[in-house]
């Protein structure tokens, strides 16, 4: 089985008000652009963990949470579409044109570089610079059987549930 996290920056061009001190005339207000990073995190796997299956996903950013679909990787490329479940701060398109494709070539060790782009969007296909990385991940991580987990987990470091939980009680 193949599990993956992916984490990465996206890149746009932002301008935005700024107030600066202008010595004997006060403050004032001026405009500054640049380039803006914005973090997003998610996980690629096999839908219903066959690996027969395609890959699909789910990605959270501060647009909100996403769900990753059309993915495509091979030891060189990575790409897939976004869809936003719920736009948090952007305002709401069509369903049909509301998501976001990325397209990604193997960089150095498990980075990868691309661009993504808006297909649909209103003024034209925009397009704007991403990198990320890809880490695999051992399914174990995502054990079904919570309780056991927990169980082996304090076998393991030594926890003494019954202990913490009395100690908390005291404070």
Known sequence: ???????????????????????????STIVRDGLIPSMY??????????????????????????????????????????YYQKREFLPPLDPRDDFIRYVFKKGEGNTWIGEFSFPNHPDGALRRISRCVLTPVDWNLFKRDISKFVDDAVGQVGIDFDELARVESEL
Do not use: C
């Not at 193949?2 to 935005?16: A, E, K, P, T």
């Not at 096999?46 to 993915?71: C, F, K």
């Open 1 to 27: 089985m193949r599990y993956f996290f992916i984490q990465g920056f996206y890149y746009q061009r932002q301008v935005w008000f700024e107030n600066a001190y202008m010595g004997d005339e006060g403050l």
């Open 41 to 82: 995190a998610g996980s690629i796997f096999h839908r219903d963990h066959n690996e027969q299956n395609e890959l699909v996903g789910a990605m959270q950013d501060e647009n909100g949470p996403s769900e990753l679909r059309d993915i495509v990787l091979t030891e060189t490329e990575l790409s897939f579409s976004k």
